[in-house]
């Protein structure tokens, strides 16, 4: 079974970082793509972040770009966000997702939350 | 950025058929999936490049379109269907629609 877990939840100020943590399971997790996706409270979803299953690209959504960086550890079968410059607007639940082929998004963890707020 | 328009709500009643759809703002090929969202849960794949259903999905639902008008079908509507629904392109980047949340009378 596919399991996706994140954690590193939590409350920060404006300008602080942050960093999450999705630990992976039930798949060869070193042969896949994986993002980081978004959902503000009470809106809708929002790519954020890509990473290739080997690190050799990134991609990353304007609305973060420069402040936010993907990593992985195959390792350890873990995937990071590091979230910088954090801004009131990057309030959101934070999903880990596995990216099937085809830009696909087949198994989701539970999610995060993020506050930032002074 | 390719914008992915769904309406807000729609409200039916079990047993019947619905269908919700997604415009995209320029055409996506057939590069288009569906997810459901279940309040306090993380969205769940249902349908994947426009009308392959995923594994574990019940038959009541389907996909249908190509191009910048897609369709998601559940028929018959169940209890269980209660959920907000997203669209997603991978075609131009990924984005994702609004949502609809899908209601029953």
């Known amino acids: 079974e596919v399991q996706l877990v994140e954690s590193g939840e939590g409350l920060v100020q404006p300008g602080s970082s942050m960093k999450l943590s999705c630990v992976a399971s039930g798949f060869t997790f070193s042969n896949y793509g994986m993002n980081w996706i978004r959902q503000a409270p009470k809106k809708g979803l929002e790519w954020i972040a890509l990473?290739?299953?080997?690190?050799?690209?990134?991609y990353y959504a304007d609305s973060v770009k420069g402040r936010f960086t993907i990593s992985r550890d195959n390792s350890k079968n873990t995937l990071y966000l590091e979230m910088n410059s954090l801004r009131s607007e990057d309030t959101a639940m934070y999903y880990c997702?596995?990216?099937?082929?085809?830009?696909?998004?087949?198994?989701w963890g539970q999610g995060v939350m993020v506050t930032v707020s002074s | 950025d390719t914008v992915l328009t769904q309406s807000p709500a729609l409200a039916v009643s079990p047993g019947e058929r619905v269908s919700i759809s997604c415009r995209a703002s320029?055409?996506?090929?057939?590069?288009m999936h569906w997810y459901q969202q279940k309040p306090g849960q993380q969205p769940k794949l249902l349908i994947y490049k426009a009308s392959n259903l995923a594994s574990g999905v019940p038959a009541r639902f389907s996909g249908s379109g190509s191009g910048t008008d897609f369709t998601l079908t559940i028929d018959p509507v169940e209890a269980d269907d209660t959920a907000t629904y997203f669209c997603?392109?991978?075609?131009?980047?990924?984005?994702f629609g609004g949502g609809t949340k899908l209601e029953l009378k």
């Open positions: 990473i290739y299953y080997d690190s050799s690209s990134k």
């Open positions: 997603q392109q991978s075609w131009n980047d990924w984005t």
């Open positions: 320029e055409g996506v090929n057939s590069y």
């Open positions: 997702a596995k990216e099937a082929r085809e830009g696909l998004f087949d198994y």
